[in-house]
């Protein structure tokens, strides 16, 4: 079973209005961290926001947050306020346990319309 | 720049050729992480290094490839007889705990 499903390979959303990118996970460890990427067309990778398992509140970065729901395993990315510079690959990554390495998803292509 | 730096950033050689990249991580940070990612897909681990240990390495490393770290600072990746599956954009990464911060990685074609 893939460790990381993002299942919107594209995605649309008006400049100024919010977009939810969806993310499922799958893991049998009680300790694990949950990370979304943004990655433009430039190829480097920038950290965003992240999300222990046991973290009670969502995490929030700016206008990014996450919506952690546990019992769902889905961890989806919120952007409030889309700006054209936010179109960009994103990609959902969990490092599980004492692990050490990121399992990444297949992403997903937003594209903020003017 | 503090950042992560890799170098080259593109890299063109002929099959069968042997290639080597070099990745400078953040100064304090003491693990280090090589990912590979192929068109379309999202970055995959190849290895990992706790200062100049290598503690973790895929299955994905095959023989021809071999990473060092030698004074744990910097690190290359080799990839010896190249083939075109090798192909791909090559990610270094690294982080003292917590977040992974990525550099801008080398872009390899294999012709």
């Known amino acids: 079973a893939q460790k990381i499903t993002q299942t919107q390979p594209g995605m649309f959303v008006q400049e100024k209005e919010a977009v939810t990118l969806d993310c499922t996970y799958d893991?049998?460890?009680?300790?694990?961290?949950l990370f979304w990427y943004k990655q433009p067309s430039s190829g480097e990778m920038i950290f965003l926001i992240y999300?222990?398992?046991?973290?009670?509140q969502n995490a929030t970065e700016g206008r990014y947050s996450l919506n952690f729901q546990k019992a769902r395993k889905s961890a989806n990315l919120v952007i409030s306020a889309s700006q054209l510079g936010d179109s960009a690959m994103y990609f959902c990554?969990?490092?599980?346990?004492?692990?050490?390495?990121?399992?990444f998803g297949t992403g997903t292509r937003l594209t903020v319309i003017p | 720049d503090t950042g992560v730096s890799q170098d080259p950033r593109h890299k063109i050689t002929k099959r069968g050729q042997n290639v080597t990249f070099r990745c400078d991580p953040i100064?304090?940070?003491?693990?280090l992480y090589w990912y590979r990612q192929t068109l379309g897909q999202g970055p995959e681990f190849l290895t990992y290094?706790?200062?100049?240990?290598?503690?973790?390495k895929s299955r994905l490393l095959s023989d021809r490839f071999s990473a060092e770290r030698p004074k744990g600072s910097f690190s290359t990746l080799e990839i010896q007889r190249t083939e075109q599956g090798d192909s791909a954009m090559y990610l270094c990464?690294?982080?003292?705990?917590?977040?992974?911060?990525f550099g801008p990685g080398t872009r390899l074609t294999v012709l």
């Open positions: 990464a690294s982080t003292l705990q917590g977040e992974q911060f």
């Open positions: 893991t049998s460890d009680q300790s694990y961290g």
């Open positions: 999300q222990g398992s046991y973290d009670e």
């Open positions: 990554a969990m490092r599980e346990g004492r692990a050490n390495n990121l399992f």
């Open positions: 100064s304090e940070h003491n693990r």
């Open positions: 290094f706790q200062n100049e240990a290598q503690l973790e």
